[in-house]
């Protein structure tokens, strides 16, 4: 009976799914390039035409060709090969600062919002002045003061994006609190803990998904971003904001490719996260549509 | 006026919080500025202790804390190590160049963004309606410092038409008489037609980098409200009274839907000044958030604190003149 219930749910969802991708190609196209990224990401090193690392100096600076299909770089390092062993690291530091900061906020957020009072009023206060702070900035101070490592990148973008995901897991603990099922679980004898974990933030769960794949694409920004600035990941390591960076010193004299494929491929994977989480809130909650 | 110093005390708290926070931040910094300080081979541990002593760094956190902070009840952030000027100096001569860009981008994405939010939202699943959602998806995909270099690419290298990315003005320009400290405004103050040129020629790319990032957000939500504002009940009814189409449009829906833009304005606006620091550096703008950078990179304390006050303070601003924006437009909305 229950199973039943679940499969017609589940079957449900389905047919919206694609109702909703038929129905609007520009979310075919977000889980089209959504795929294309994965599949970068996890066989990119196989793919990879060159070394991602092998310098090579008599063929430096070269215009992209049959042979370096996006050029090389100043140390005859094929850009090709690069920005895509690069989408590996560059996703999974994005993922990883998304999750943290996905569970840790909305575990944060829903005990506050549940038990409210006191507790909630501080903490409410101390997001504030987290929110107060150019958050960017922020992330790089706090990478120089934990280290430059690429772990701290993933724990400082996921303290900046932490704020988001406490507001919004609170809020819509808030307005749930005193449901029905809720006043039902607890008559029924379940602690706070169960309440919490069983009832409360499995529902809130969507809202949370779609923040996260709306965030992913500004952690891949600001990861990124940071690189840029020469924080977090270290050279040789191919990664897109790093090679944005050592290209840059060539855009002055005309040589475009080494910043503009890197630049690339981060738009489009930010583009595509951004897409995702616009179809994933048409699929999820199609109330929020706009 | 009391529920503006109200709301004005309300911001207190959290100003507080900031400033513990930048203290605690910049003292988990790795790195001893006494150290760095002393850089000089002949001083001695005793020099350094001597240093330390003078930076107030042998006390403990609390005291230092309170030292710290009667400082900058003075208005005293401390002195740059790397520059040896007092860091609301280095604050004051900088923020100026960051201030004209950031206003410059904001003014430039506003004047694209609302309209185009409107058209869409009056026309929606319309081609307007698909281009607004692309430019805006595309816009927020853009990571500034690409945005940038592509338009130095393009402007400089290939087409020629804009200067060398190097700054505010040619160095080989005089700086106008300083009123606002805005070049483009002081240069248009003093009558000196070619300085105005010449810095709008320099601001055009960072600017339209920065407005290319920030329409996204505004055109979004634009629609977004403009779309609510237009479906509602008083909408109907001001349609079904025969008003006329501008006025229905313009007084009755765009004053609703301002509202939440407000709030999104004054949220962008804030953003923007935090990612300077990637626009100044790529066009090596001399702004707030290049010299927060530098002095992240040669571990200078002060600096970097004095930066994140400023822009926790501004921000804080900014919210203020929001909320009044608000009250303003919609007295039910009061101060809260």
Known sequence: ?290 | MSRILWRLLGSVPTLFGVVVATFLLTRVLPGDPAVFFASNPSMTAEDIERVRQSLGLDKSLPEQFLIYLNALLHGDLGMSISTGLPVSTELMNRLPASGELTIFAFVLAIAVAIPLGVLAALRPGSVIDHACRLIATLGVSMPTFVTGLLLIYLFYYLLGVAPEPIGRLDPFLVDPPQVTRLITVDALLAGDLETFWAALRQIILPGVTMALFALAPLARMTRASMLGALSSEFVRTARANGLSRSKVVFTYAFRNAMLPLVTTLAMTFSYMLGANVLVERVFAWPGVGAFALDSLISLDYAPLQGFMLLMAGIFILVNLVADLTIAAIDPRAGLK
């Open chain 1, 1 to 290: 009976m229950m199973s039943g219930t679940l499969s017609l749910l589940f079957r449900e969802r389905l047919r919206v799914m694609r109702y909703t991708l038929s129905e609007n190609p520009v979310n075919m196209l977000a889980f089209v390039l959504f795929g294309l990224l994965a599949l970068a990401a996890l066989f990119g090193p196989m793919l990879a035409p060159h070394d991602p690392l092998a310098t090579n100096a008599q063929d430096a600076l070269q215009a992209p060709s049959a042979q370096y299909w996006f050029g090389t770089d100043q140390l005859g390092r094929d850009v090709f090969s690069r920005v895509l062993v690069a989408t590996r690291l560059d996703l999974l530091i994005a993922l990883g600062a998304v999750l943290i900061s996905c569970v840790v906020g909305s575990v944060i957020g829903a005990i506050l919002g549940y038990f409210g009072g006191m507790l909630d009023a501080t903490a409410s206060r101390v997001v504030d002045v987290l929110m107060a702070f150019p958050l960017f900035v922020l992330a790089m101070a706090l990478v120089a003061a934990l280290g430059n490592t690429v772990m701290n990148v993933i724990y400082a973008t996921a303290i900046i994006n932490l704020p988001f995901y406490i507001r919004l897991a609170r809020a819509e603990v808030n307005v749930r609190r005193n449901l029905g099922y809720v006043e039902a679980a607890r008559v029924g004898g379940s602690g706070h803990t169960r309440i919490l974990m069983v009832f409360l933030l499995p529902n809130i769960l969507s809202p949370v998904v779609i923040q996260a794949s709306v965030n992913l694409g500004w952690a891949v920004l600001n990861a990124a971003g940071l690189s840029f600035l020469g924080l977090g990941v270290r050279p040789p390591t191919p990664e897109w904001g790093i090679m944005v960076a050592e290209g840059a010193r060539f855009i002055t004299s005309g040589e475009w490719w080494i910043a503009l494929f890197p630049g690339l491929a981060l738009m489009v994977a930010v583009f595509a996260f951004n897409l995702l989480g616009d179809a994933l809130r048409d699929i999820l909650d199609p109330r929020l549509r706009t």
